[in-house]
Nanobody
């Protein structure tokens, strides 16, 4: 099992920035890909960004390219991993619950392929 806890959400004005964190613990060595997804009211969960743990390969949804940056940190302790999502130039359409997820397999962008999910953190962008 991998436990994921997100933090850093909140209310921000359009054009502002937020940094989300995802603390992963447990059998983190089994996580091949770490991703961020979001779900707005009445909409399906959608891919935002992902990073492969070993190679550091990064993927972004077109809607966030150039504005969001995903990064990782496990320099000191392989049992605890942290993944960040730096969100700049936020827009009202970025408003959603943001979820951190871990995938033991290779898929980066398909939510249904991910094995573990956090509880989510609300991001609200006011216009």
């Amino acid at each position: 099992q991998v436990q994921l806890v997100e933090s850093g959400g909140g209310l921000v004005q359009a054009g502002g920035s937020l940094r989300l964190s995802c603390a992963a613990s447990g059998r983190t060595f089994s996580a091949n890909v770490m991703g961020w997804f979001r779900q707005a009211p009445g909409k399906e969960r959608e891919f935002v960004a992902a990073i492969t743990w070993s190679a550091g390969r990064i993927y972004y949804a077109d809607s966030v390219k150039g504005r969001f940056t995903i990064s990782r940190d496990n320099a000191n302790n392989t049992a605890y991993l942290t993944v960040y999502l730096q969100m700049n130039s936020l827009k009202s359409e970025d408003t959603a619950v943001y979820y951190c997820a871990a995938n033991r397999g290779p898929s980066a962008t398909s939510a249904r392929q991910y094995d573990y999910w956090g509880q989510g953190t609300q991001v609200t962008v006011s216009s």
